[in-house]
């Protein structure tokens, strides 16, 4: 076996460490201060309740994606190929880790391929990063991403902290909005602009509708943390400020909850909901906010490292929470659940109402 290249150790390091070390961030999602109102007579049947929906023209039974987390080496590959299969299994969208890895060596190409293999029919979601787009790539490297994986959408991640922490990151973000344009204009298949753990506020998500995005993949503050993954990696190296630099940033960036609030309220895209979500609970609570389904990565990948049976019977019991939860919020499909009352409560209230937004006409619809 030829030994790994440099940015396969990275890749590699990155999944190790977040599997090994503490890399959650220990602020809150927000979604703790999110209450469903409880309905004692839902009036309808729990075994008459629909999940399904449709994202891109694909049907998903459920409104739960994979979100991107790897590929490019063979542990990842497996890891892959576990993930594509249960999604396949239980009708989920998955979505693969950056294919730059793949787009300079095409040697790896078989570590992504084995998502479509193995999830023939699922909504499956490519990746390339903003820094790529700052260095030249555009439309002919977007559409190789797309045809290696026959996916469905393209997923541009943004995660300037992650690339700011660590050591020879890519920090070009100047005229990226260009290229996105650039690159929706003429790809024809949609691209969902997607944060990697640090939110997405109303600002940028007009300017990314502007830009011509089909999407906005939240992923706020609450879950994994790059900037912990880039303070570990420093720790190891022995790179003293960027360790420090890692532990400031631990926490920065947008709860979950609020980042779902500002981008679903300032956009007509599509919104998924990521960035420490971890129960069916938390997904309802979503979905009711503006997003339109929900993405987990951190806790399916410790599943797929345990195997398929690990990684079926923990998405399952996600599953019979929110279905659950509809049944006691009385909503017989996911546009009744988007529509049911919310409520709103403690420091994610404040942020909101300092925002601007009417919490009250949230709390009494439906
Ligand atoms: C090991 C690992 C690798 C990841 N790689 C990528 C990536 O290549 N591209 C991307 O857009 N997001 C990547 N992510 C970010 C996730 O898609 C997600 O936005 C983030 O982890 C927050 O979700 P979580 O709290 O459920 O983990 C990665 C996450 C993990 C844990």
Same mark, same amino acid.
Request: charged letters at 25%; proline letters at 3%.
């Given at each position: 076996?030829?030994?790994?290249? &440099?940015?396969? /150790?990275?890749? &590699?390091?990155?999944?190790?460490?977040?599997?090994?070390? $503490?890399?959650?961030?220990?602020?809150?999602?927000?979604?703790?201060?999110?209450?469903?109102?409880?309905?004692?007579?839902?009036?309808?049947?729990?075994?008459?309740?629909?999940?399904?929906?449709?994202?891109?023209? /694909?049907?998903?039974? #459920?409104?739960?994606?994979?979100?991107?987390?790897?590929?490019?080496?063979?542990?990842? /590959?497996?890891? $892959?190929?576990?993930?594509?299969?249960?999604?396949? =299994?239980?009708?989920?969208?998955?979505?693969?880790?950056?294919?730059?890895?793949?787009? &300079?060596?095409?040697?790896?190409?078989?570590?992504?391929?084995?998502?479509?293999?193995?999830?023939?029919?699922?909504?499956? %979601?490519?990746?390339?990063?903003?820094?790529?787009?700052?260095?030249?790539?555009?439309?002919?490297?977007?559409?190789?991403?797309?045809?290696?994986?026959?996916?469905?959408?393209?997923?541009?991640? %943004?995660?300037?902290?992650?690339?700011? *922490?660590?050591?020879?990151?890519?920090?070009?973000?100047?005229?990226?909005?260009?290229?996105?344009?650039?690159?929706?204009?003429?790809?024809?298949?949609?691209?969902?602009? /997607?944060?990697?753990?640090?939110?997405?506020?109303?600002? *940028?998500?007009?300017?990314?509708?502007?830009?011509?995005?089909?999407?906005?993949?939240?992923?706020?503050?609450?879950?994994?943390?790059?900037?912990?993954?880039?303070?570990?990696?420093?720790?190891?190296?022995?790179?003293?400020?960027? =360790?420090?630099?890692?532990?400031?940033?631990?926490?920065?960036?947008?709860?979950?909850?609020?980042?779902?609030?500002?981008?679903?309220? #300032?956009?007509?895209?599509?919104?998924?909901?990521?960035?420490?979500?971890?129960?069916?609970?938390? %997904?309802?609570?979503?979905?009711?906010?503006?997003?339109?389904?929900?993405?987990?990565?951190?806790?399916?990948?410790?599943?797929?490292?345990?195997?398929?049976?690990?990684?079926?019977?923990?998405?399952?019991?996600?599953?019979? &929470?929110?279905?659950?939860? %509809?049944?006691?919020?009385?909503?017989? $499909?996911? =546009?009744?659940?988007?529509?049911?009352?919310?409520? *709103?409560?403690?420091?994610?209230?404040?942020?909101?109402?300092?925002?601007?937004?009417?919490?009250?006409?949230?709390?009494?619809?439906?």
């Amino acid at each position: 076996m030829r030994p790994l290249t &440099e940015i396969e /150790k990275r890749k &590699e390091r990155h999944l190790r460490l977040s599997l090994d070390e $503490n890399v959650q961030s220990d602020i809150g999602t927000g979604f703790e201060d999110i209450r469903l109102i409880h309905r004692a007579l839902p009036e309808i049947d729990l075994d008459e309740i629909d999940t399904e929906t449709e994202l891109f023209g /694909k049907r998903l039974a #459920s409104p739960l994606i994979v979100s991107a987390i790897t590929g490019g080496t063979g542990f990842a /590959k497996e890891i $892959n190929s576990t993930l594509a299969e249960v999604a396949e =299994e239980l009708g989920l969208g998955i979505g693969v880790g950056s294919q730059r890895i793949a787009l &300079e060596d095409p040697g790896v190409e078989h570590t992504f391929t084995v998502v479509r293999e193995k999830a023939p029919s699922s909504l499956v %979601m490519g990746n390339i990063g903003c820094p790529q787009l700052s260095i030249g790539w555009g439309v002919e490297e977007a559409k190789r991403c797309i045809d290696m994986i026959e996916a469905d959408a393209l997923g541009i991640h %943004m995660n300037p902290l992650q690339e700011a *922490v660590q050591v020879g990151g890519d920090t070009q973000y100047r005229g990226v909005l260009e290229k996105i344009k650039a690159i929706t204009g003429e790809l024809g298949t949609p691209v969902v602009m /997607k944060e990697t753990g640090c939110g997405i506020s109303r600002e *940028v998500a007009v300017s990314l509708k502007a830009a011509g995005a089909s999407a906005l993949e939240v992923s706020g503050v609450g879950g994994t943390s790059w900037a912990a993954v880039e303070h570990h990696i420093a720790r190891v190296e022995g790179r003293k400020s960027q =360790e420090a630099l890692g532990e400031a940033l631990w926490n920065w960036g947008i709860p979950t909850a609020i980042s779902v609030v500002e981008a679903s309220r #300032s956009t007509d895209l599509k919104i998924i909901a990521s960035g420490g979500l971890r129960t069916g609970v938390e %997904m309802a609570k979503a979905i009711t906010l503006g997003a339109d389904a929900v993405g987990i990565a951190k806790p399916f990948l410790e599943k797929a490292v345990e195997g398929k049976g690990a990684l079926l019977e923990h998405a399952n019991d996600i599953l019979r &929470e929110f279905r659950t939860v %509809m049944f006691l919020v009385g909503a017989r $499909n996911v =546009e009744e659940l988007k529509k049911v009352p919310v409520v *709103v409560l403690g420091r994610t209230s404040e942020w909101l109402r300092l925002r601007g937004y009417d919490l009250q006409s949230l709390a009494n619809r439906g």
